[in-house]
């Protein structure tokens, strides 16, 4: 079973509608699927309001749990708690933060925004997480990204290192923006395996943590 939290549609940045995307998780294989749009204050509302739409189709046809989420995208640090407020109050039933990742100029701070906001569920590709940030999203149970991306992927590594001395939980996803970034069975263990987990810890990921991180999501 393949569950993928962090995805994008033609809504922001991806190549597919969001029921396109659906279709064609559900098609290899896929039991999840988290469309989280990148977004600010210009498109919130509509993006959520659209996701809803589609991931409400999808449950009502095919056998997929498909989410409603945003990842709220190169934001003023600051801004990022109210923000991720105002996304649950709108209808998302996920909330992922872009973070500090190695490939792109996020203003610095925005990490520890994240992972001090109780309306966050997930820090995306967190790039050189600090001890503290990763104690902190231990703490406050949100979620911290391993990922596929090119370029985001590069700090996987580390990021592992610090989220298991902090005792945090872990995602592995595909932030994919294409059908052809979609996980086939077996990736993801790949991607766990290659930032340097052992295999107990890549089963957790892929086992318990997904459902975990489903029924904090209120599936």
């Known amino acids: 079973m393949i569950y993928d939290f962090h995805t ?5 940045d991806g190549s597919h509608s969001p029921i396109e995307l659906i279709r064609l998780a559900d098609v290899s294989g ?3 699927i988290a469309l989280t749009d ?3 204050y210009s498109n919130i509302d509509e ?3 659209s996701l809803a739409r589609d991931c409400e189709l999808a449950r009502k046809y095919w056998d997929i749990i498909a989410i409603p989420g945003v990842e709220l995208t190169n934001v003023p640090a600051k801004s990022i708690n109210e923000m991720a407020k105002y996304a649950k109050e709108q209808g998302a039933r996920m909330v992922a933060v872009h973070g500090e990742s190695i490939a792109e100029s996020v203003e610095p701070g925005t990490n520890l925004e994240a992972v001090n ?6 820090l995306a590709h967190p790039g050189f997480i600090t001890e503290q940030e990763a104690v902190s999203a231990s703490r406050n149970d949100i979620y911290l990204e391993l990922t596929s991306r090119s370029g985001h992927c590069l700090s996987n590594g580390h990021v592992a290192r610090a989220g298991v001395m902090a005792g945090a939980k872990f995602l592995i996803n595909s932030d994919a923006h294409d059908y052809h970034d979609l996980y086939r069975e077996g990736y993801q263990e ?7 987990l052992d295999r107990k810890q890549v ?3 892929l086992g318990q943590n997904c459902k975990r991180f489903l029924k904090k999501l209120l599936y």
């Not at 906001?117 to 997930?122: G, I, L």
């Open 203 to 205: 089963d957790e990921i």
């Open 30 to 32: 896929y039991s999840c």
């Open 38 to 40: 990148h977004v600010s």
């Open 8 to 12: 994008h549609t033609f809504l922001s």
């Open 47 to 49: 993006v959520i309001s």
């Open 190 to 196: 790949k991607i766990g395996i290659g930032a340097g």
């Open 117 to 122: 906001s109780k309306y966050v569920d997930m």
